[in-house]
């Protein structure tokens, strides 16, 4: 039906590029898709034209090439005030001379609306955010978390169906930012609203979004579920931007359907999963996760390669161990075992032997 | 009971506190004590100075206290009787040999066109009066007059008796003494004769010692001083000087504030002064209308500029920075003369719009000389004042909040008007406060470009400090300008609010 099909791409970036010295692109080759409902955040690390998509898509920036659709229709002529896109700033940016209320009832103003649907529309947004105590005050009143709490309430008082935000929570600290996250990702379900979200915290990304875009030098290298993201990372750039990996660089030397065998640079073989790489004797990086390293043989299967391994640090962080490994040459290999009680707590010195599932080791392009 | 806080050595915690801030303080002081002390000396004490000036007249009293004393105490009005003249007369001589009867004649030359000269012409008379006569015969009778010790010794004797000798010769002593100088032979003037002579008609009997004065006194006809003093200008026998000399007889008079407004004190009251003779009031208004234009005309001009400095790229802002501070970097005068050159009717402007054809050659347009050629020059000069204040509270007004706007469902003028004008408020308040009070005081461009239409009320100001001479009437136009300025300051204070002036 067509409707569905406009509902599986309500936002869409089809070849979109952006320059703004005529010199170099700062977003390459954009396509993206996004369905009606769904929370999709941007992450990538500073600088890799994140805010510029979000600006593009609210119009502020116009691309240099490419077509950005809404529901169907290019709007690539349509001026921001008309596109109807709640945003939330990173700096709130909400009106100092205007109280909670008045910057709430902005875009109810501009949209010609009667003083008593307001007044009901105001109340309900901000009741949203647990904040209906505070229409009277100015933000210069309220401290961090609560500004953020009005500026997400005026970004969502007029009933956008897309509504942007851009590092909103970047400011605040830690625990602040946990509790917004979770009231962030409950409002846009419960409202059934579009997000794109915008983050260099990749902990955020994978908490908040039902698919995150992993960005890079203006290209998105990876746009998954965030299991997927983590579990089964497309490249090395995604393998390790996103958690904590291990890697160790190496040769192919065999390869068939799912499986492969890697001869680390310093001789020793190990199994793994290619991922993109295609044939023996290409160079290849391999990444491990830490909690996915194994040290009881018996747990591994029969026929797979071990590595040796000397342990030069242990630390105990509580609910996980944290052990430094020297790996092949590599003195940054880690491992992290659970506190259970059986756990062994390997000392620094001690030599041992490990080993993983070929299927959680994943042969990179190097 | 509240237990006092203690410190650790024991003392009360409020008191270790307070001698700690006290030490602070102190120091702070110092920092700023030499400005402080250079602005009490250029600014707090100069504007007490002309508060001061503003009401002061004892120039009057202090000049002629004798007159002043009689004058006042009389009844009737008009031309008074002889008893006037006579303290005139002493008053006058003694004013003669200090000189500063001239100053007084220019000081009721304010109120009284011609006193200056009447009282240059008389103080050359006193010295001829006819009362020579009087000297004549008391020092025939006794030849020990003509001796200051005799002079000295019998005066303070007989003080109570001789009530005006007195008085005549302890002012004349405090003359020469101020110059540490003594009373010499040749200084037993005339009117020290005639006090004397009066004082000894009028009493019922000799003093002791005065015998021979005393009657050679009763032997002598007394001289008609009143005519001596018509004689000398005949308009001590017109009433005018009189009402004069008695309106402005106290210390303080309200007469340069009246004077200022246009008004004058008349013997019947406070009055307005004739049509012919009303300036100040039109000019208080034309200066305070005008410095309203050329404060809008800056807000209207450099509003764009500041906004674009605001907005542009660091490098741009930084080249349109300097351009905007570039008229600093010239003299005034080079700037206002630029503007005659540019406004004449012979000028730059009129040659294009001439040979444009837009205006007719025998036609010329008139922008020079008048309020127009004021507005605009002043304009141009005073528009970095109005500028760098709005540029620096435009500076701390993030793009992001327009951008909101805009995402909000704002237009464009929505956004600009609702959200990034109210915002800019206390900058075009700083500016404009700065640009009209400095309007209001300024004299060079004026005077300059402004013919006699253009002309502020600060020009009448310099006329009088540096021309007329009547610095009373320059301090009280000043105060006026000043309250004007702290009204005016008020009222935007309680519309506008001076929390909402901000210079960045
Ligand atoms: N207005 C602009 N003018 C010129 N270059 C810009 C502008 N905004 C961003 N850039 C450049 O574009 C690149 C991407 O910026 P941005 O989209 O802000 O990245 P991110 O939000 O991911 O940190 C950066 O190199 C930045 O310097
Ligand atoms: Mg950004």
Redesign the pocket.
């Known amino acids: 039906m067509a409707d569905t099909a406009n509902d599986q791409a309500f936002v869409e970036f089809e070849r979109v590029q952006k320059s703004?010295?005529g010199e170099t692109l700062?977003v390459k080759d954009l396509n993206l898709s996004m369905p009606r409902g769904e929370f999709l955040t941007m992450l990538?690390?500073?600088?890799?034209?994140?805010?510029?998509?979000l600006?593009m898509l609210a119009g502020f920036?116009t691309a240099t090439h490419g077509d950005i659709r809404l529901g169907g229709t290019s709007i690539n002529n349509i001026p921001p005030h008309k596109r109807g896109i709640g945003m939330v700033f990173q700096n709130y940016a909400l009106f100092p001379h205007m109280t909670v209320a008045e910057n709430l009832s902005f875009p109810l103003e501009v949209r010609k609306m009667g003083k008593a649907e307001r007044e009901e529309k105001i109340m309900r947004a901000l009741g949203m955010v647990q904040m209906q105590d505070f229409a009277g005050r100015r933000p210069a009143q309220l401290s961090g978390g609560q500004q953020q709490r009005i500026a997400l309430a005026r970004a969502l008082v007029f009933e956008p169906e897309l509504v942007l935000m851009?590092e909103p929570l970047g400011a605040l600290d830690k625990q602040l930012r946990e509790t917004l996250q979770f009231e962030i990702t409950r409002l846009a379900h419960d409202l059934g609203i579009t997000t794109v979200y915008?983050t260099?915290d990749q902990t955020e990304a994978l908490t908040m979004s039902d698919r995150v875009a992993v960005?890079d030098d203006g290209r998105i290298q990876q746009l998954d579920p965030p299991d997927t993201l983590y579990e089964a990372p497309q490249n090395s750039f995604v393998a390790q931007f996103i958690g904590e990996n291990n890697t160790l660089m190496g040769k192919i030397t065999k390869i068939s359907g799912d499986r492969c065998e890697v001869t680390l640079d310093d001789g020793e073989v190990i199994d793994a999963m290619p991922v993109n790489v295609t044939e023996v004797g290409q160079r290849t990086r391999v990444s491990i996760r830490p909690e996915r390293v194994e040290m009881d043989k018996s747990r591994l299967m029969p026929d797979v390669h071990t590595l040796k391994a000397e342990v030069l640090e242990f630390v105990y962080m509580g609910d996980i161990f944290r052990t430094r490994l020297r790996v092949a040459g590599n003195d940054d290999f880690v491992i992290k075992t659970r506190n259970a009680p059986d756990q062994v707590r390997l000392k620094p010195g001690e030599q041992i032997e490990i080993g993983w599932l070929p299927q959680d080791c994943r042969a990179l392009d190097a | 009971m509240a237990e006092v806080m203690q410190a650790a050595d024991g003392t009360p915690l409020k008191r270790s506190l307070a001698r700690a801030l006290r030490r602070q303080k102190l120091r702070a002081l110092g920092l700023i004590a030499p400005l402080l002390f250079f602005v009490l000396i250029t600014f707090i004490i100069p504007i007490g100075n002309m508060l001061f000036r503003s009401v002061e007249n004892d120039i009057v009293q202090n000049t002629l206290p004798g007159t002043i004393a009689v004058l006042t105490a009389r009844e009737e009005t008009g031309v008074p009787g002889e008893d006037v003249f006579t303290a005139l007369y002493i008053d006058l001589f003694i004013a003669e040999e200090q000189k500063l009867h001239t100053r007084l004649g220019s000081r009721l030359n304010y109120e009284q066109t011609g006193a200056s000269s009447m009282f240059r012409r008389t103080g050359r008379a006193v010295g001829r009066f006819d009362t020579g006569t009087y000297t004549d015969a008391i020092t025939d009778a006794n030849p020990a007059w003509e001796d200051p010790a005799h002079w000295a010794a019998t005066v303070e004797a007989n003080a109570a008796d001789l009530p005006r000798t007195a008085n005549a010769w302890s002012r004349w002593q405090a003359v020469f003494a101020a110059e540490g100088d003594e009373i010499g032979k040749r200084n037993l003037e005339d009117f020290l004769f005639t006090a004397l002579y009066l004082d000894l008609r009028d009493a019922d009997a000799a003093p002791a010692g005065l015998d021979a004065a005393y009657d050679a006194a009763r032997a002598t006809d007394p001289v008609s001083i009143k005519d001596a003093f018509i004689d000398a200008d005949d308009k001590w026998g017109a009433p005018q000087i009189w009402e004069t000399l008695t309106l402005y007889a106290p210390k303080y008079t309200p007469g340069y504030f009246l004077n200022s407004l246009d008004y004058q004190k008349t013997p019947d009251g406070i009055e307005k002064r004739p049509e012919n003779e009303q300036i100040y009031i039109t000019l208080f208004g034309r200066t305070i209308w005008m410095s309203l234009l050329i404060t809008f005309s800056c807000i209207a001009l450099g509003y764009p500029i500041a906004w674009l400095l605001a907005n542009l790229p660091m490098r741009k802002a930084n080249v349109l920075l300097i351009l905007v501070l570039l008229p600093f970097w010239t003299s005034l005068l080079v700037r206002t003369s630029a503007w005659k050159v540019m406004l004449q009717q012979q000028g730059v402007i009129n040659d294009v719009l001439v040979w444009v054809g837009l205006v007719d050659n025998a036609n010329r347009l008139i922008m020079i000389n008048n309020q127009f050629g004021t507005i605009v020059a002043m304009t141009h000069i005073l528009l970095p004042f109005m500028i760098l204040p709005m540029y620096s509270v435009m500076q701390t007004i993030p793009p992001s909040y327009l951008r909101a706007a805009k995402s909000l469902g704002a237009t464009n003028w929505t956004a600009f008007w609702r959200v990034y004008f109210p915002q800019s408020v206390p900058g075009i308040g700083a500016g404009s406060i700065l640009v009209f009070i400095l309007a209001i005081g300024y004299y060079i461009t004026p005077e300059i470009v402004g013919g006699t239409k253009g002309v502020f009320i600060s020009n009448r100001i310099a006329y009088h400090i540096s021309s007329s001479l009547n610095w009373g009437l320059a301090a009280a136009l000043g105060t006026i300008l000043l309250v004007a300025v702290l009204v005016l300051y008020w009222a935007y204070d309680k519309i506008v609010g001076i929390d909402n002036v901000k210079l960045g």
């Open positions: 703004y010295d700062v990538g690390p500073s600088g890799s034209g994140k805010t510029t998509c600006m920036e851009d915008v260099h960005f």
